[in-house]
């Protein structure tokens, strides 16, 4: 099992920028996809970016890019999303998520198996 912790929410203004940290730690040589997905209230859950680990290729929802981008730092067991140009819409809990068993990076939320406690976002216009 891996333990995900996120880190680096807040509160800013449109236009802002954020960087959330997610840095895992267990069992985590067999991680092979990590994504990003964010709850706004009183919407379901959806994908923002994903990564795979090997490899380090990437996916991003259609509403974030060319404003966010996920990372990774293989020595520290963390993944990175920075967050430009920030939109009230983007107002969410953000929570990291790992995978085991992904051939590219995905955002389908059913093959991540491992979830941290997530970080709360919020943008004001």
């Known amino acids: 099992q891996v333990q995900l912790v996120e880190s680096g929410g807040g509160s800013v203004q449109a236009g802002g920028s954020l960087r959330l940290s997610c840095a895992a730690s267990?069992?985590?040589?067999?991680?092979?996809?990590m994504g990003w997905f964010r709850q706004a209230p009183g919407k379901e859950r959806e994908g923002v970016a994903a990564?795979?680990?090997?490899?380090?290729?990437?996916t991003y929802a259609d509403s974030v890019k060319g404003r966010f981008s996920i990372s990774q730092d293989p020595v520290k067991d963390t993944v990175y999303l920075q967050m430009n140009s920030l939109k009230p819409e983007d107002t969410a809990i953000y929570y990291c998520?790992?995978?085991?068993?992904?051939?590219?990076?995905?955002?389908?939320?059913?093959?991540?198996?491992?979830w941290g406690q997530g970080t709360q976002v919020t943008v004001s216009s």
């Open positions: 267990g069992y985590t040589f067999d991680r092979n996809c």
């Open positions: 998520a790992a995978a085991q068993f992904c051939t590219a990076a995905t955002m389908e939320s059913f093959y991540y198996g491992d």
């Open positions: 990564i795979k680990t090997i490899g380090g290729s990437t």
